[in-house]
């Protein structure tokens, strides 16, 4: 059973930083890709970033420059560094782990850090 840890969320000042981490353990096997999500209240859940085990990225439009994601594959371990934070980031940031296995792809979720970017 795959489990996802999530950490680095918290309260900080526009223009701040934060640092999020996700570890995926509970498997022999490695996510196919790993990635960020996050929802705003009175939002749909959006992709913020993700990662293959390769290597490529994706961002969302709205924090490319700002967001850089990383992945520790040794780990399991997905990394999202936020700078320039603004108020229109604040949401429940979560983690997203997908795996291929038996010719099919399953998806697993962390619980959610919150992000709060407030003066």
């Known amino acids: 059973q795959v489990q996802l840890v999530e950490s680095g969320g918290g309260l900080v000042q526009p223009g701040g930083s934060l640092r999020l981490s996700c570890a995926a353990s509970g498997s022999i096997f490695s996510p196919a890709a790993m990635g960020w999500y996050r929802q705003a209240p009175g939002k749909e859940r959006e992709l913020v970033a993700h990662?293959?085990?390769?290597?490529?990225?994706n961002y969302a439009d709205s924090v490319k420059g700002r967001f850089t994601i990383s992945r520790d594959n040794a780990k399991n371990t997905v990394y999202l560094i936020m700078n320039s934070l603004k108020p229109e980031d604040t949401a429940v940031y979560s983690c997203?782990?997908?795996?291929?296995?038996?010719?099919?792809?399953?998806?697993?979720w962390g619980q959610g850090t919150q992000v709060t970017v407030s003066s």
């Open positions: 997203n782990a997908r795996y291929w296995f038996l010719n099919s792809w399953s998806d697993y």
């Open positions: 990662i293959t085990n390769s290597g490529s990225t």
